[in-house]
T-cell receptor, first 111, second 114 residues
């Protein structure tokens, strides 16, 4: 099955700086890569996703890049704000939506 | 309405009890999921229902029994659980299992087995 590795496990950034989280996946057939944000005590919420036919996608301060050859994808958050503090999970799946999640990155934005 | 609603929010049950978790969505989604999440860990897939039929069972012990009575409702029946089953149980739904679109998660049921 799919195996997703996520780094780093914790990330502390100064408000206004950028944050980058990296994930690698094992199954070359994976074609959908969502990123979820989970605030403490709350539900995971999709923040951005990318499909295998696209190399990069951006939504305001959030961007995701995908390198299919290297089998890795990354989340970039620019101009970080305190409300960006949360746990971020990457995931990968083939067509059956059997999401394999990374272990998570706890992001802390220091004011 | 882009909500997945789960009840109850919290549940404490003894190891001999029988209880049920409920999940409801009215977005017309035909794929519904149960996940288990332990503290500081990612969600782990338990079951997938597609068009009200069980599509994936991730080798979950039989003390967890899912049910999908109709396209809007998903239940998880619990019986003879163990303390290690204490976790946050998340329900999610998406448009179609095979389409790889956004999964909407409910707020979860925090289960404690005593």
């Amino acid at each position: 099955g799919e195996n997703v590795e996520q780094h780093p496990s914790t990330l502390s950034v100064q408000e206004g700086d950028s944050a980058v989280i990296k994930c690698t996946y094992s199954d070359s057939a994976s074609n959908y890569f969502p990123w979820y944000k989970q605030e403490l005590g709350k539900r995971p919420q999709l923040i951005i996703d990318i499909r295998s036919n696209v190399g990069e996608k951006k939504d305001q301060r959030i961007a995701v890049t995908l390198n299919k050859t290297a089998k890795h994808f990354s989340l970039h958050i620019t101009e970080t704000q305190p409300e960006d503090s949360a746990v971020y999970f990457c995931a990968a799946t083939v067509n059956d939506y059997k999401l394999s999640f990374g272990a998570g990155t706890t992001v802390t934005v220091r004011a | 309405d882009t909500e997945v609603t789960q009840t109850p929010k919290h549940l404490v049950m003894g190891m001999t009890n029988k209880k049920s978790l409920k999940c409801e969505q009215h977005m017309g989604h035909r794929a519904m999921y149960w996940y288990k999440q332990k503290a500081k860990k990612p969600p782990e897939l338990m079951f997938v229902y597609s068009y009200e039929k069980l599509s994936i069972n991730e080798s979950v012990p039989s003390r967890f029994s899912p049910e999908c009575p109709n396209s809007s409702l998903l239940n998880l029946h619990l019986h003879a659980l163990q303390p290690e089953d204490s976790a946050l149980y998340l329900c999610a739904s998406s448009l179609r299992q095979e389409m790889n679109t956004e999964a909407f998660f409910g707020q979860g049921t925090r289960l404690t087995v005593v």
